[in-house]
């Protein structure tokens, strides 16, 4: 379980300084997928920033297992957007998967054991030996979240995965994390400003509005398995989408 508390974060030093984050309270159950949904600039990286323990908050609290969060806390592995930039070009994609497991104290043996269930995991098993920059955008990511699945992580924190991606690359990579979210048993916090991909993914959607409030909190109980057809045919699907375009345009009829 993820507790977040009267979280607010302000950048440097100035107390009166605008804040990122200004009053954020919500949960997040073991084993849920969480969508975190709000406009540019509304302070969705900072929060997970801040989630992360990368960087600390100016006040309120954050529990992970009723532990707070200071610093990046073992279980919990992160995958940006930028995925050119997280994965080390001088590294084949094997080594970009496996050495943060040295970081772990995971023996050799077993960090090569869980690199190849990963890269399998994300269909990736023939590339071990290439390096990132021989690999598409979209293979490159996948590397990124084998990454982070071969740390077996209890929460796995996205910002924005496939945002620079392709739409069929996107679609391709959203039922994989879902696939993966099932057989891994990981809670998910995934930050988009895609209302569709949020709708798609998760079993609770939270809309931010500047400066990161959570402004609307909305369950989504669309049937599991989803299919990028069947799914999105959906009334409810519809629906849902509507609901929340119209909290992002900050119509309060919707809210
Ligand atoms: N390192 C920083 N120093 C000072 N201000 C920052 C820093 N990072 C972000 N900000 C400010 O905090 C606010 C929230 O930014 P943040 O990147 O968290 O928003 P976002 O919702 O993730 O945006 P986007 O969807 O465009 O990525 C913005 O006003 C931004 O200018």
């Known amino acids: 379980m993820l507790e977040v508390s009267r979280l607010r974060k302000v950048y440097g030093a100035d107390p009166q300084a605008a804040p990122a984050i200004d009053d954020v309270t919500f949960s997040v159950a073991d084993r849920e997928f969480v969508c975190i949904l709000g406009s540019s600039g509304c302070g969705k990286s ?17 529990l992970l297992h009723g532990d707070p969060v200071l610093a990046p806390p073992k279980d919990m592995a992160f995958v940006f957007q930028d995925y050119s930039r997280s994965l080390l070009p001088w590294m084949t994609v094997a080594r970009n998967v496996s050495f943060p497991l040295r970081y772990k104290g995971v023996s050799k043996e077993d960090a090569q054991k869980a690199t190849e269930e990963a890269l399998e995991a994300v269909g990736l098993s023939g590339r071990q030996k290439r390096y990132p920059w021989q690999l598409s955008g979209g293979m490159q990511q996948r590397v990124a979240i084998a990454r982070a699945l071969a740390y077996r992580p209890k929460i796995l924190l996205m ?23 099932r057989r891994f048993d990981v809670t998910v916090l995934f930050i988009t400003h895609d209302i569709d991909e949020a709708v798609y993914l998760a079993d609770r959607v939270l809309v931010l509005e500047a400066p990161a409030k959570v402004a609307l909190d909305v369950d989504i109980p669309l049937p599991r398995p989803r299919d990028q057809l069947k799914t999105k045919q959906l009334p409810e699907f519809a629906e849902l989408r509507t609901r929340l375009f119209s909290a992002i345009q900050r119509e309060p009829a919707a809210l």
């Open 46 to 62: 900072t929060l997970l920033r801040c989630l992360s323990g990368l960087i600390p908050a100016t006040s309120g609290e954050i």
């Open 159 to 181: 910002d924005e995965p496939f945002a620079s991606l392709d739409a069929q690359t996107r679609f391709d990579l959203e039922d994989l994390l879902l696939d993966i979210w």
